[in-house]
């Protein structure tokens, strides 16, 4: 039984930056075994992948936030962080975070990030 929570969604301006993370509390100890991702469901629009990060830190990104996302870990904690600049209209969407066991997917209920022009 896991339970990943989000935060930090909100309302922001073209070009300006958000600090998404979420927890992962229950049975899971430590994330160390364990690879993340954000994705992101705009209206209207089917879930898609914006980022993940293995076990041992390799990042992978979607091509539309290449160079302005930024996806981190700290096992410790049991928290994955999503650091957003440079944000654009185009970001607006509910971000959810996603944990990968075996066999398994968790997912939480997901932020709203909101980006006004």
């Known amino acids: 039984q896991v339970q990943l929570v989000e935060s930090g969604g909100g309302l922001v301006q073209a070009g300006g930056s958000l600090r998404l993370s979420c927890a992962a509390f229950g049975i899971i100890v430590s994330l160390s075994l364990n690879s993340m991702g954000w994705y992101r469901q705009a209206p209207g629009k089917q879930r898609e992948l914006v980022a993940t990060?293995?076990?041992?830190?390799?990042?992978n990104y979607a091509d539309s936030v290449k160079g302005r996302f930024t996806i981190s870990r700290d096992n410790a904690r049991n928290t994955v962080y999503l650091q957003m600049n440079s944000l654009k209209s185009e970001d607006t969407a509910v971000y959810y975070c996603k944990l990968q066991s075996v066999g398994i997917d968790y997912w939480g209920k997901g932020t709203l990030v909101t980006v006004s022009s």
């Open positions: 990060i293995t076990s041992g830190g390799r990042t």
